[in-house]
């Protein structure tokens, strides 16, 4: 469907070690979205969603590169729908009026899972930056 990549850099004043990055990130995603498995470096997830069924699932690599206090982060996320996304479209054809909620439902998951994302960097800046 799409491709979400983010670039984040921290700097600090002690040395950071790719592990506990990693699993910095992991436990901000397992805490912010549902259905979270990881496998190294890659995860699956798909948004929280209070209301509606979740239709969007993520697919996603992390990648870290440590120097001494230096670190660049790299995430990789494609979404991608998931058999709640179909369903919604075959009983559409019975209730039209389902797409349009089916649309708004897409648009505000795809767009809380980017401000997730987004919000890993201030995440990582809090526990890792310098002051």
Do not use: A
């Not at 890659?42 to 993520?58: G, Q, R």
């Not at 795809?110 to 526990?127: A, G, M, P, T």
């Amino acid at each position: 469907m799409s491709e979400i990549s983010y670039n984040y850099q921290i700097k600090s004043d002690e040395n950071l070690e790719e592990g506990k990055i990693l699993n910095e990130i992991q436990n901000y995603i397992e805490k912010e979205f549902n259905k979270v498995s990881f496998n190294g470096n890659d995860f699956t997830s798909s948004v929280k969603s209070k209301i509606l069924n979740p239709v969007i699932k993520f697919n996603g690599n992390i990648d870290i590169k440590v120097k001494e206090n230096k670190s660049k982060i790299f995430l990789n996320v494609s979404t991608k729908q998931n058999g709640w996304f179909w369903f919604e479209i075959i009983v559409g054809f019975f209730f039209p009026v389902l797409w349009v909620l089916l649309g708004i439902q897409w648009y505000t998951q795809k767009n809380k899972s980017s401000e997730l994302f987004n919000n890993i960097r201030n995440h990582l800046d809090s526990k890792f930056s310098s002051f």
